[in-house]
């Protein structure tokens, strides 16, 4: 009579087992969201395992309980997983190196030999005379849990990658309207005294560089480059309003150093404080052959005329747009051109490239192709090519952005 007795027994606990195991096949297969799996889980151990305490440390970022039934609210907070449960890769038994008052058992999850979950038990309720029901079911109960904390995992997998592809798309979005900031060289000036040419390298999706060129007026044109503090979506929403304003209040006649204190209480408001930015401006006039400029914290210029071979390193002349609430001593600079001279603007993704001697080459190599009566175009080109520019240099690690311009009067 016992012997049918325990062979009923057995067979009912190994239809539980199948069913139970069917039920969290299932349900992860139908997508229940992790609170749902955790419920059905504790339920298994605890109501019908006969576990009186569960405690389950997840890795995802980092360490953190996601599920505590019948432990102490606070249980889990005097747990380090780093010190106490990383040294384990097999199921520990109290007294039996695992000193963690009120566990009974720990069962490691691993995937691929990293470690993703541990579950703690303890109080477990015994069944008078024989063996514990933990250590009875003990390969059941590590089954289920590997099987529901790899599928959280998944879970939690899958919801990043979603994420990452949705970002990926935004940026490729922000990164295709923030070129459109970024003029393309046919819509430059190339009217015989002053020649345009952009070369812009984004080394990140998006980022905080920008150069511009506007025609004032029958003589005068304007041209700009810039670059945010940081990287990323913030850098390029705030470059892009630094833009629209920009071109709203650069005119024929306006006043530099009043263009940069405007444009400053724009980025303050904007800002808080938390971004600057690097900026120089000048407007050429082609029949006096006055070039004004303002350098706001910018890295300087190169300008070089052709005739007397003089280079002039335009440096800045207060600090960036955005670091101060009020910029103390704006000074417009003014150069006269009565022979052909070449300029570059640039960002300090190129100046910060190292060199063959390990230093920075800041303006060397613009100087050293500049000094020539050639096209500036073709300088800078050859100048890139020489550098590696954009995808044969390892050291480029930040966006490279060139504005150079022929001036003639």
Request: aromatic share 8%; proline share 4%.
């Amino acid at each position: 009579m016992n012997e049918k007795k325990a062979s009923i027994d057995r067979l009912r606990i190994s239809k539980f087992k199948l069913d139970a195991l069917l039920d969290i096949t299932l349900s992860i297969n139908a997508n229940l969201p992790t609170e749902v799996l955790l419920s059905k889980y504790e339920s298994i151990l605890r109501n019908n395992l006969g576990i009186g305490k569960i405690l389950v440390f997840k890795h995802s970022t980092r360490w953190e309980c996601i599920l505590n039934g019948g432990f102490p609210g606070d249980f889990d907070k005097g747990i380090d997983v780093e010190s106490q449960l990383l040294k384990f890769t097999e199921i520990a038994f109290r007294n039996e190196d695992l000193e963690i008052e009120g566990v009974d058992i720990l069962i490691p999850v691993y995937n691929n030999y990293v470690p993703l979950a541990f579950i703690l038990i303890g109080d477990i309720e015994e069944e008078g005379e024989g063996m514990s029901p933990v250590i009875k079911h003990l390969n059941f109960i590590q089954t289920i849990s590997s099987i529901i904390i790899v599928a959280i995992e998944n879970m939690r997998l899958s919801r990043e990658s979603l994420r990452q592809e949705a970002l990926k798309k935004e940026l490729e979005l922000a990164a295709r309207m923030q070129q459109k900031l970024i003029p393309d060289n046919h819509t430059l000036p190339r009217d015989g005294k002053i020649i345009v040419n952009g070369f812009y390298f984004p080394h990140y999706e998006v980022g905080g560089d920008y150069y511009d060129c506007l025609k004032l007026s029958d003589t005068k044109t304007g041209f700009c480059i810039a670059d945010v503090s940081g990287k990323g979506i913030s850098a390029a929403i705030l470059m892009s309003n630094f833009q629209a304003a920009l071109r709203a209040l650069f005119t024929c006649d306006v006043d530099l150093p009043a263009l940069i204190r405007k444009l400053n209480d724009l980025i303050n408001a904007n800002a808080a404080g938390e971004k600057f930015i690097t900026f120089f401006v000048a407007r050429y006039d082609s029949i006096t052959g006055f070039l004004e400029y303002v350098n706001a914290g910018h890295n300087p210029p190169v300008f070089y005329n052709t005739v007397t071979g003089q280079i002039i390193h335009l440096h800045s002349l207060c600090v960036g747009i955005g670091m101060l609430d009020e910029i103390p001593g704006i000074e417009q600079k003014v150069l006269k051109i009565d022979d052909y001279s070449k300029i570059v603007l640039y960002t300090d993704g190129l100046s910060d490239l190292k060199g063959e001697d390990g230093k920075e080459i800041l303006t060397r190599e613009i100087v050293k192709y500049l000094t020539n009566n050639d096209p500036v175009e073709d300088n800078i080109i050859k100048m890139l090519r020489k550098l590696g520019i954009p995808d044969e240099n390892p050291g480029l690690f930040d966006d490279v952005s060139i504005l150079a311009a022929d001036l003639r009067r």
